[in-house]
């Protein structure tokens, strides 16, 4: 499967921003969906996942209440609604795909096959 993220940009603390990231290429409504972060000089942190059918979402404590993951799998897009953004937000995101992954790998970036190119969040304090 081939990814594509963007709506990535600068932002004032406290607005919001939706990430979308295009899937092409396989089934995707059978991938588990994963939004990452890096920040620079950070490893890549988990974000937020999804299950295949949507039923099932995982959020870092750090944007829990915040930001909401939801995917259409009729449009092959996985989304990050991201409000009340801090200035601690700002990184590079990446979408993330794989077909066999349990909850507690979900959350690991190197337990993904997949991943988009990655889109840029810049938040100002």
């Known amino acids: 499967v081939q990814l594509q993220a963007s709506g990535g940009g600068l932002v004032q603390a406290g607005g919001s921003l939706r990430l979308s990231c295009a899937a092409s290429?396989?089934?995707?409504?059978?991938?588990?969906l994963g939004w990452f972060r890096q920040a620079p000089g950070k490893e890549r942190e988990f974000v937020a996942a999804?299950?295949?059918?949507?039923?099932?979402?995982y959020y870092a404590d750090s944007v829990k209440g915040r930001f909401t993951i939801s995917r259409d799998n009729a449009r092959n897009t996985v989304y990050l609604q991201m409000n009340s953004l801090k200035a601690e937000d700002t990184a590079v995101y990446y979408c993330?795909?794989?077909?066999?992954?349990?909850?507690?790998?979900?959350?690991?970036?190197?337990?993904?096959?997949?991943w988009g190119q990655g889109t840029q969040v810049t938040v100002s304090s």
């Open positions: 999804i299950s295949w059918s949507g039923g099932s979402t």
């Open positions: 290429g396989s089934i995707f409504s059978s991938y588990v």
């Open positions: 993330a795909a794989d077909l066999v992954i349990t909850t507690a790998q979900a959350i690991i970036p190197y337990e993904y096959d997949y």
